[in-house]
């Protein structure tokens, strides 16, 4: 996620509004990733979705509720930063400062009472969550043949202009 550099809720909670021709409007209710955006355009489109692509459509998720759905953030500009949104609690990881943050979103919806560090179940879990999700992309990008992309001063300039970056 380039944004803000932040990974509280005012800054990833950000509406998707996708508008398809001739059918009806429609409501997902869960949080959703980003990397579901291109299989949910393939799914409209009706081109097939390839095997093994992060992500899925969200074409079938209209009105329903998947209380299981982990949702995943992550910022890589200004330090990396890592979250986990999932069952009504939000873990948060800064791989600079090697810190957690962990919130109870139903209790503390502004992200304002840090409880991280107890021996709490669901923190436990979610820490494992993210550390198979974060093992995942250093597999993805070892076996990537891409290089890095350099970015010219003018457009960092435009980003930092813009508040993406400080």
């Known amino acids: 996620m380039i944004g803000h550099g932040r990974m509280y809720e005012e800054i990833l909670r950000v509406p998707l509004i996708i508008r398809i021709p001739d059918s009806q409007p429609s409501r997902i209710q869960d949080s959703v990733e980003s990397i579901d955006i291109m299989p949910t355009v393939l799914d409209i489109l009706n081109l097939s979705i390839p095997p093994g692509l992060d992500g899925r459509s969200l074409m079938k998720e209209a009105g ?7 949702v995943y953030s992550e910022h890589f500009v200004s330090g990396n930063k890592l979250s986990l949104k999932y069952k009504g609690f939000k873990l948060i990881y800064f791989e600079s400062r090697k810190r957690f943050e962990f919130y109870s979103l139903t209790v503390d919806p502004k992200e304002e009472n840090n409880i991280a560090g107890g021996t709490s179940p669901i923190e436990l879990r979610m820490k494992k969550m993210l550390s198979k999700r974060i093992a995942k992309a250093g597999r993805a ?9 350099e970015v010219d001063e003018a457009t960092l300039k435009q980003l930092r202009a813009l508040g993406h970056l400080q």
Request: aromatic letters at 0%; proline letters at 6%.
């Open 141 to 149: 990008l070892a076996e990537s043949s891409a290089g890095s992309a």
């Open 64 to 70: 329903v509720r998947d209380p299981e759905r982990a």
